[in-house]
């Protein structure tokens, strides 16, 4: 196996391998799973995602990466970027190394930034996506318990609106018994009793405000 198809294997799994540019199996093809990582025991308090932003400086801080570690890690970067992208490889290596170590900056300690620094990614990415996972998990729960509550509310509109149609069909059907008995004593009869009596309103009349 070639150098490059080595990287995903290399670092307990912690590298992307870039399956187009490296020739590496396709992800729709079978290819044997690298096992994850250990868990990356972080110093101190891990700075949660904003927006889908990551502290990137947070994060390597509370996996206890020193800010000279990362400045030297990042001058080591700025130097290599600084060099014309049809530069041979080898030559660009020489370049890099020779120029590090004029500088007195130990290569070896850029080489344990750097996989230090993806390492404190992997463990983020493992700490986030346990986060998603637990905040997928009530969130279901939440959603299916206000899924019940919205059909049981259905359920009872529907009961109580069933009720109110019998109801008013029960009363309506009441009411024209009743008018079968006035329509036998006339409407002028009915119509003088409800304007003479004190218990009755007359509908003729427009409505009183108090």
């Given at each position: 196996?070639?150098?490059?198809?080595?990287?995903?294997?290399?670092?307990?799994?912690?590298?992307?391998?870039?399956?187009?540019?490296?020739?590496?199996?396709?992800?729709?093809?079978?290819?044997?799973?690298?096992?994850?990582?250990?868990?990356?025991?972080?110093?101190?308090?891990?700075?949660?995602?904003?927006?889908?932003?990551?502290?990137?400086?947070?994060?390597?801080?509370?996996?206890?990466?020193?800010?000279?570690?990362?400045?030297?890690?990042?001058?080591?970067?700025?130097?290599?970027?600084?060099?014309?992208?049809?530069?041979?490889?080898?030559?660009?290596?020489?370049?890099?190394?020779?120029?590090?170590?004029?500088?007195?900056?130990?290569?070896?300690?850029?080489?344990?930034?750097?996989?230090?620094?993806?390492?404190?990614?992997?463990?983020?990415?493992?700490?986030?996506?346990?986060?998603?996972?637990?905040?997928?998990?009530?969130?279901?729960?939440?959603?299916?318990?206000?899924?019940?509550?919205?059909?049981?509310?259905?359920?009872?509109?529907?009961?109580?609106?069933?009720?109110?149609?019998?109801?008013?069909?029960?009363?309506?059907?009441?009411?024209?018994?009743?008018?079968?008995?006035?329509?036998?004593?006339?409407?002028?009869?009915?119509?003088?009793?409800?304007?003479?009596?004190?218990?009755l309103i007359d509908p003729s009349l427009p409505e009183r405000k108090d």
């Amino acid at each position: 196996m070639d150098d490059k198809k080595s990287w995903g294997s290399t670092v307990l799994g912690w590298f992307v391998v870039r399956e187009a540019e490296e020739g590496t199996t396709p992800p729709n093809e079978s290819a044997p799973a690298s096992p994850p990582p250990p868990p990356v025991q972080f110093q101190g308090e891990v700075p949660a995602p904003a927006a889908g932003n990551v502290d990137f400086d947070g994060v390597f801080k509370a996996a206890g990466i020193s800010a000279e570690e990362r400045d030297r890690f990042a001058k080591a970067g700025t130097l290599l970027g600084s060099l014309p992208p049809e530069t041979d490889p080898v030559v660009r290596k020489r370049i890099v190394e020779a120029s590090l170590k004029a500088f007195g900056v130990p290569i070896d300690k850029i080489i344990e930034a750097g996989a230090q620094s993806i390492q404190a990614l992997e463990g983020y990415l493992q700490i986030q996506t346990s986060g998603m996972k637990k905040f997928a998990e009530e969130a279901q729960t939440l959603m299916a318990d206000y899924e019940e509550k919205i059909r049981q509310a259905r359920d009872l509109l529907a009961r109580r609106i069933a009720d109110q149609q019998a109801v008013q069909k029960a009363c309506n059907d009441r009411k024209l018994e009743i008018q079968k008995v006035l329509e036998f004593f006339g409407q002028e009869a009915v119509a003088r009793v409800v304007r003479e009596s004190p218990k009755l309103i007359d509908p003729s009349l427009p409505e009183r405000k108090d």
